[in-house]
């Protein structure tokens, strides 16, 4: 067994060998990694060491292990002797920069420091040795500001508003225009700034502030945005980060040095095109921060041909050596050019498909590789509008949850009544429905709203379910946010918001942005998507169905390659307008026979609604979910009553309205329930009012009948929803047999259909064996399963979340992405119970987590045969579906593949 005292901690690269290599991203990060693998293939990179990973998992433990200490001291030793330097000492001072490095690329998320081993003497020898005191006291300057902020924790606004405040004395636009002495001044400011804010004075020993850089890039790890893009990416918090110490070469000793970025294909467009920004005589900050403008990267073969024509050749050869598009970062000092670092480049949605394709036409990668270069939820890039933000003014008025995404720009209206009137009298074209939270009653607003903001809920709130299933845009739980419904106003950072004013909404970030921006239009039918999605197809072994209630969402389901509906909530087709009085009848009804005659009503509506679903997946399965949430969802707010029964009985006492009112408000009182999510819902309705399940199945099988007799394959699979044992399921199931007999004895003509049940309670998932006698099929509703397993309230997690994901007990929101570890465990254990009871068992998932790429790939490693999700996840998860399967066959773990 490896013992401490023998693992390498550090590795050197310079003098045209490395001791690491290009696949040793586990130990030494994306970026020694890429160090490494540059300075092998002989290319111009300044030569450095990097301490792998183990010592940043150490640190986090609390641990500096003294053989590391003596590695770095080693290789520093070795860096000074190639260079023929001394770090921050002697007449040539060796200069080197801190940097982070992960194995997957953080961009922007950890922290950086250059110029290091400057102090009060080093400073004047650099100054004397390049004959520029102006340039040596600019990176001195830099140091010490980088410093104070990555190391001592010191806002970097102290430092900014002395820069400012001299720049403004000199009367200088430019920082290139303060002066040798004026930047000697800024020093001295600086170094003020760093001993009142953090109670020492700036470090001028060298190795001391090696250290001290070193363990500050370690504790980056831990900061707020690494942990937060982490979560957003899936990245294992255990991982850590590698640090790269490397020589400095500067961009700014004068007119024929230089820094920039690039990309070798346009990392927006994926075009084959050289992409890139530079700015000569700048420090490589200089070029992202936006105090100064970069010049297009072209423009660099006019500056310097020469430059530019050997970094044209390099990344060419990158490219094709990494067999990618590659991120690059590169400094010119003195007219030599120097690469920093490379990387396959982050790009959007749009580019990822380009370039795998190109890629595989250029011969570059297989088309098995090609699924692998586009990660799943990129697809939404095809399928939602985008925020035109080029040359727009963005003022972000509030962050919330990117519930549906997707762009929305449109004037605000506080009330789904009020959203249809507007559009209605051609007040309003484009409206963003803004609510505290919305209620299924708002489904008519919400239809004809571009998009939907809500100041609570979660990701599987009932707006962020809703219009991802419609595909509209949504941000929601938008806490910054005050909606004051009554008053119609929106207050945030200090302002007020009315009706009618106009917002922007990124539903695919989650930002509320102030204003009118324009959006650029969705291209599902993209040739470079159709020709992508026919690559991946043939590796899916899992099926992908989509959740759609109403026949324009299962044509829509339909275009994006879904291949059946895997559940359709019939509570939505009862909040019509034209249906919801008749369902409030039937709730009203005092007996049986009452109840019958209202459903009968509802039963032809019903049954017009299943042809059209049946129609629109001609030959696919389409899963009806018999009703599901408590009665008192289909009637008015009781506060809402209350207020309206003491304006009538002010206004109009004797109005025949308010014994109506009375009955009404009797009846919501008697409906009402402390706990409703685990109350007189789902098989319990089914079972205390069986007239229920036997109209909506009557209104099932006549439709199938109906269409199967013009030609139309139809397959109805009738799911009973919140099972927990053998006996609920066969009191359904036989009044599903019974009905269906007397149709078909009805009608002279016999369907194909199934009966089967939604697997939400973990009572259910440990009698699966049992349920699967009367089970033709499971259905998981993780969304219901993982709040039964928790105890949450996904409505309510949202006041804890954040602290949870704060301290690090979830690494991800539980309803967002599959528990595989708790909730995982029930699924595993009811397929196998299920299939020991009946092996054939069709097994899917109907939950949010049927379209989120991970869970897609937990249910392919399960067995499941099918998963499903809103229309606009359908191609992420038959990508997700595909990189599951050719893991499995290439031996590839999830981590590997990416």
Not at 249 to 260: A, E, P, Y
């Amino acid at each position: 067994m490896e013992t401490k005292s023998a693992i390498k901690y550090v590795y050197f690269f310079g003098g045209g060998s490395a001791e690491g290599n290009g696949k040793m991203k586990d130990v030494l990060g994306g970026k020694g990694a890429g160090l490494a693998e540059m300075t092998n293939a002989g290319l111009p990179v300044p030569p450095g060491f990097t301490i792998q990973t183990e010592s940043c998992r150490e640190y986090m433990k609390g641990v500096v292990s003294p053989e590391m200490n003596k590695q770095m001291e080693v290789s520093l030793a070795r860096l000074e002797e190639l260079q023929g330097q001394k770090l921050g000492a002697g007449d040539n001072p060796l200069l080197v920069s801190v940097r982070s490095g992960a194995k997957f690329s953080m961009p922007g998320m950890m922290d950086t420091i250059l110029n290091l081993g400057l102090n009060d003497q080093s400073v004047e020898a650099l100054a004397k040795r390049t004959n520029n005191p102006r340039f040596a006291y600019d990176s001195y300057r830099r140091l010490i500001q980088m410093f104070g902020n990555v190391v001592l924790d010191i806002e970097k606004s102290h430092f900014e508003e002395v820069f400012d405040g001299k720049k403004k004395q000199k009367k200088a636009k430019l920082d290139t225009e303060l002066d040798a002495k004026a930047l000697l001044e800024v020093i001295a400011e600086y170094k003020k700034v760093v001993k009142k804010h953090a109670k020492i004075d700036f470090p001028q020993n060298p190795h001391e502030q090696l250290v001290m850089a070193r363990d500050a890039v370690f504790r980056s790890w831990q900061n707020d945005r690494a942990k937060h893009y982490r979560r957003m990416n899936n990245i294992d918090d255990m991982l850590g980060t590698a640090v790269n110490v490397q020589a400095m070469v500067f961009g700014n000793l004068g007119d024929t040095s230089g820094t920039g970025v690039g990309f070798t294909r346009n990392p927006a467009t994926g075009k084959k095109e050289f992409y890139g920004e530079f700015l000569m005589n700048a420090q490589g900050e200089d070029v992202v921060s936006g105090v100064r403008t970069p010049v297009p990267i072209t423009r660099l073969s006019e500056v310097l041909p020469d430059v530019y024509n050997q970094l044209r050749d390099i990344t060419s050869r990158m490219e094709k050596h990494y067999r990618d598009m590659q991120d690059f970062e590169f400094t010119i000092q003195d007219g030599r050019l120097y690469m920093l670092q490379t990387r396959n480049g982050k790009r959007t949605g749009l580019a990822a498909v380009r370039v795998a394709i190109d890629m595989v036409e250029e011969g570059l990668i297989t088309k098995e590789e090609a699924i692998f270069r586009v990660e799943a939820n990129q697809l939404y890039d095809f399928l939602v509008p985008r925020l035109d933000e080029k040359g727009a003014k963005i003022e972000v008025l509030a962050t919330g949850l990117p519930a549906s995404p997707g762009a929305a720009v449109g004037q605000i209206v506080f009330t789904a009544d009020e959203a249809v009137t507007m559009l209605q009298k051609g007040k309003m074209k484009n409206i963003i429905l803004v609510r505290g939270e919305t209620t299924p009653e708002d489904i008519h607003g919400m239809e004809i709203a571009a998009g939907i903001l809500t100041s609570r809920g979660g990701m599987t709130s009932h707006a962020a379910v809703v219009t991802r299933g419609m595909g509209k845009c949504c941000v929601a739980g938008a806490g910054d946010i005050t909606v004051d419904e009554k008053k119609k106003e929106m207050r945030v950072k200090g302002q007020t918001f009315k009706e009618g004013d106009w917002l922007s909404l990124d539903g695919t970030t989650g930002r509320v942005i102030k204003g009118r921006l324009n959006t650029l239009p969705a291209s599902p039918d993209d040739p470079d998507l159709v020709k992508f999605m026919a690559w991946a197809d043939p590796f899916r072994r899992l099926k992908v169905r989509a959740n759609a209630d109403i026949p324009r969402d299962a044509k829509q389901a339909r275009a994006f390659g879904a291949e059946g509906i895997g559940l359709c909530r019939t509570e939505h087709m009862f909040f019509a307008e034209d249906r919801l009085p008749r369902m409030r009848t039937m709730i009203l009804a005092e007996n049986e026979k009452d109840r019958r005659a209202a459903l009968k009503k509802l039963l032809p509506m019903q049954r017009a609604d299943f042809v059209g679903l049946f129609k629109a997946m001609d030959g696919f399965g389409v899963t009806i979910r018999t009703l599901d949430p408590p009665l008192h969802e289909f009637l008015p707010k009781r506060e809402d009553l209350l207020v309206e029964i003491a304006k009538l009985e002010i206004t109009k006492p004797k109005s025949p309205k308010l014994k109506e009112l009375h009955k009404l408000l009797a009846r919501v009182e008697e409906l009402h329930e402390v706990n409703p999510m685990l109350g007189h819902r789902g098989c319990r309705l089914g079972i205390t009012y069986p007239e229920i399940t036997e109209m909506q199945v009557r209104a099932i099988i006549e439709a199938a009948v109906a269409v199967s007799k013009q030609g139309i394959k139809v397959l109805p699979e009738i799911m009973i929803p919140l099972t927990s044992g053998l006996k609920e399921m066969k009191n359904q199931a036989d009044i599903v047999h019974r009905v269906a007999a007397e149709v078909f004895k009805e009608k002279g003509a016999k369907v194909e259909y199934m009966v089967g049940t939604m697997i939400e309670l973990p009572r259910a998932a440990l009698v699966a064996d049992q349920i699967a006698k009367e089970a033709q099929f499971f259905s998981f509703g993780t969304n219901d399963l993982t709040q039964t397993t928790f105890g949450f309230s996904r409505d309510d997690i949202n006041k804890f979340l954040p602290a949870y994901l704060k301290e690090g007990i979830f690494k991800q929101d539980p309803f967002a992405v599959l528990d595989q570890e708790g909730v995982g465990q029930l699924v595993e254990m009811a397929v196998k119970k299920g299939r020991a009871t009946r092996p054939d068992l069709k097994v899917g998932i109907c939950g949010e987590h049927g379209g989120e790429p991970e869970s897609v790939k937990f249910c392919h490693r399960t067995g499941l045969n099918y998963v499903s999700c809103s229309p606009f996840r359908v191609l992420t998860a038959r990508l997700a579906a595909a990189q599951a399967a050719a893991e499995e066959k290439s031996g590839m773990t999830a981590g590997q593949s990416k």
